[in-house]
């Protein structure tokens, strides 16, 4: 098994690159083709879902040719510890679920690999920190918007929170002023792939790493 490099550093620059792209699609070719157009964009943290059959072989094949690239992979909709498994044999920098699985989060902890359970609520959000989760992904966070990472700041302050779905270029500033430490984004900048238009999926890339860059200028 592949054991990820130096947990803290790792978070650590999850942290400064301030987005996560989560890719979803239906061929290993479109993947990487999206893969591809957000690195080329500045994007530098990318998950592979694991929704798609073949996200362990890219993961491996990823991994190996962006290793020495500053590009973390990492991998998404991991259920359960047997998957967690998979995906660092394959690679994997960080593990992402949509809810909290008790035995991942030990698999994760005794690899010293970071991981990022799903929750909704201020009660999951203290389960997840309780059991050795890195960052919380507060998911799905469309269905309230930034006020429900200000809402479970209040009494979890030291939460470190990462709102996926619904984050878009008009209201990013909102998710971190908020108190978000970095957001997952998926189809507000992969859905060109629909269409074959990756260079959309590079100038999106290209507009929401510079937005960051000018929120954190402020």
């Given at each position: 098994?592949?054991?990820?490099?130096?947990?803290?550093?790792?978070?650590?620059?999850?942290?400064?690159?301030?987005?996560?792209?989560?890719?979803?699609?239906?061929?290993?070719?479109?993947?990487?083709?999206?893969?591809?157009?957000?690195?080329?964009?500045?994007?530098?943290?990318?998950?592979?879902?694991?929704?798609?059959?073949?996200?362990?072989?890219?993961?491996?094949?990823?991994?190996?040719?962006?290793?020495?690239?500053?590009?973390?992979?990492?991998?998404?909709?991991?259920?359960?510890?047997?998957?967690?498994?998979?995906?660092?044999?394959?690679?994997?920098?960080?593990?992402?679920?949509?809810?909290?699985?008790?035995?991942?989060?030990?698999?994760?902890?005794?690899?010293?690999?970071?991981?990022?359970?799903?929750?909704?609520?201020?009660?999951?959000?203290?389960?997840?920190?309780?059991?050795?989760?890195?960052?919380?992904?507060?998911?799905?966070?469309e269905l309230?918007?930034?006020?429900?990472?200000?809402?479970?700041?209040?009494?979890?302050?030291?939460?470190?929170?990462?709102?996926?779905?619904?984050?878009?270029?008009?209201?990013?500033?909102?998710?971190?002023?908020?108190?978000?430490?970095?957001v997952g984004?998926?189809?507000?900048?992969?859905?060109?792939?629909?269409?074959?238009?990756?260079?959309?999926?590079?100038?999106?890339?290209?507009?929401?790493?510079?937005?960051?860059?000018?929120?954190?200028?402020?």
């Amino acid at each position: 098994m592949r054991i990820p490099k130096d947990k803290e550093a790792i978070l650590h620059q999850i942290k400064q690159n301030g987005i996560l792209v989560v890719i979803r699609t239906d061929t290993p070719e479109r993947a990487v083709k999206i893969f591809e157009a957000c690195v080329q964009g500045g994007i530098k943290t990318i998950e592979f879902s694991f929704t798609m059959s073949f996200a362990a072989e890219l993961i491996k094949e990823l991994s190996d040719q962006y290793g020495k690239s500053g590009i973390l992979i990492g991998a998404g909709t991991v259920l359960d510890p047997e998957t967690a498994k998979i995906a660092l044999s394959s690679g994997a920098q960080y593990i992402i679920s949509p809810y909290l699985n008790t035995e991942t989060a030990k698999m994760c902890n005794r690899y010293r690999t970071a991981y990022f359970p799903g929750a909704m609520t201020v009660k999951e959000v203290a389960e997840c920190m309780e059991a050795g989760a890195d960052i919380v992904k507060v998911f799905p966070s469309e269905l309230f918007g930034p006020a429900i990472i200000k809402a479970i700041k209040g009494p979890l302050p030291q939460a470190p929170l990462m709102p996926t779905g619904g984050v878009t270029l008009e209201n990013i500033g909102a998710w971190f002023d908020a108190g978000s430490d970095v957001v997952g984004i998926g189809r507000n900048i992969t859905r060109g792939a629909e269409n074959d238009d990756y260079e959309s999926i590079r100038l999106l890339s290209e507009k929401f790493v510079e937005k960051i860059k000018f929120l954190r200028r402020q």
